[in-house]
């Protein structure tokens, strides 16, 4: 069993940065992909970004790609997201998700536990 819980969401204007982190609790958090997922007003939620265990590798959509970065501290049990030249149109919650399967796959259902979500709004 693995327990997220995101931080550091908030409002932001346009052009800006913001950092957000999800702290797990559990063990063997080094053996789980992360992933970063969002979700609009009115919208799917829509995969964002991913990191393997290691932090060797990353997996980014396209519509954040060059603005938006995955971190991990596995010592510390933590996933980072640092989005930087943030558009209105990332305004979103963002979610964090663990998949046990290890693998960097954009797709809700790989991923077996979710946090609560964080809101980043951006302003214009």
């Known amino acids: 069993q693995v327990q997220l819980v995101e931080s550091g969401g908030g409002l932001v204007q346009a052009g800006g940065s913001l950092s957000v982190s999800c702290a797990a609790s559990?063990?063997?958090?080094?053996?789980?992909?992360m992933g970063w997922f969002r979700q609009a007003p009115g919208k799917e939620r829509e995969f964002v970004i991913a990191?393997?265990?290691?932090?060797?590798?990353?997996y980014v959509a396209d519509s954040v790609k060059g603005r938006f970065t995955i971190s991990r501290d596995n010592a510390k049990n933590t996933v980072y997201l640092q989005m930087n030249s943030l558009k209105r149109e990332d305004t979103a919650v963002y979610y964090c998700?663990?998949?046990?399967?290890?693998?960097?796959?954009?797709?809700?259902?790989?991923?077996?536990?979710w946090g609560q979500g964080t809101q980043v709004t951006v302003s214009s």
């Open positions: 998700a663990a998949s046990g399967s290890g693998s960097i796959v954009p797709k809700m259902s790989w991923y077996d536990y």
């Open positions: 559990g063990r063997s958090f080094s053996s789980y992909a």
């Open positions: 990191i393997t265990g290691s932090g060797g590798r990353t």
